[in-house]
């Protein structure tokens, strides 16, 4: 693969894995919804796909008709089907930075104060004033927890209060560094390194691949 094609496969990915680590090393949790965290990963491999699919299967003669305008109608189709992918998605809430052993508590606590009709079955959890049943799945290495809808039947509004109630109690939460952040930093700034080298180095190349791509 040239310098070019490295280049716009790997800088949307150093960005989303720079910005995972920062998290990571922060010391407070954070939470978000499963759209926002499935749009992020969604940019991260863009640049795969730009440099994959779009270059493999656009037919020659329609980057000929319409020119670099294509590639502006091609970002737009994968932003459209990211979109979509993300509609469809069940619920889901993550919590970055934080122990599964101190989710269960804290989450009992808050359900309790939203519904006292709330209960928990096993790992699921059912809050029936909220409309949400979700179940709580780990991942102890990453340090990360999610709560994922549990059945079809949800309420968007209700999962809307949970995360809310859940960003507001986290911020009392204090948590350690995650060690797991320093490989994801580390990582992104070699990409960006290597991305700027490219680039500063073999110019030339970058430029001729450049107008080959865009058919210029």
């Known amino acids: 693969m040239d310098p070019l094609h490295l280049c716009i496969?790997?800088?949307p990915l150093?960005?989303?894995l720079l910005l995972l680590?920062?998290?990571?090393l922060s010391r407070r949790p954070l939470v978000t919804n499963g759209a926002r965290d499935a749009a992020a990963l969604g940019v991260g491999i863009s640049g795969f796909v730009v440099v994959g699919p779009m270059e493999l299967f656009v037919p020659d003669a329609t980057?000929?008709?319409l020119g670099v305008f294509v590639w502006a109608l091609l970002l737009a189709f994968y932003a459209m089907?990211?979109?979509l992918f993300v509609l469809l998605m069940r619920p889901?809430?993550?919590i970055y930075n934080i122990r599964p052993d101190q989710v269960r508590p804290m989450l009992a606590e808050l359900v309790?104060?939203?519904d006292r009709e709330s209960r928990w079955?096993?790992?699921?959890l059912i809050i029936p004033n909220l409309g949400v049943q979700l179940h709580v799945e780990a991942s102890p290495g990453m340090r990360n927890v999610q709560l994922i809808a549990a059945g079809t039947h949800q309420s968007y509004d209700g999962w809307h209060r949970l995360e809310k109630t859940l960003s507001t109690a986290l911020r009392q939460v204090q948590s350690v560094r995650n060690p797991y952040g320093f490989s994801l930093v580390f990582f992104s700034l070699l990409m960006i390194g290597s991305i700027t080298f490219w680039l500063v180095q073999d110019a030339d190349t970058v430029a001729h691949s450049l107008r080959e791509m865009l058919r210029l």
Request: proline share 0%; charged share 15%.
């Open 9 to 11: 496969a790997l800088s």
């Open 14 to 16: 150093s960005v989303y």
């Open 63 to 65: 980057i000929l008709r």
């Open 81 to 83: 089907c990211l979109t």
């Open 112 to 114: 309790n104060e939203l």
């Open 92 to 94: 889901r809430l993550v």
């Open 21 to 24: 680590g920062v998290i990571n």
């Open 121 to 124: 079955a096993g790992e699921c």
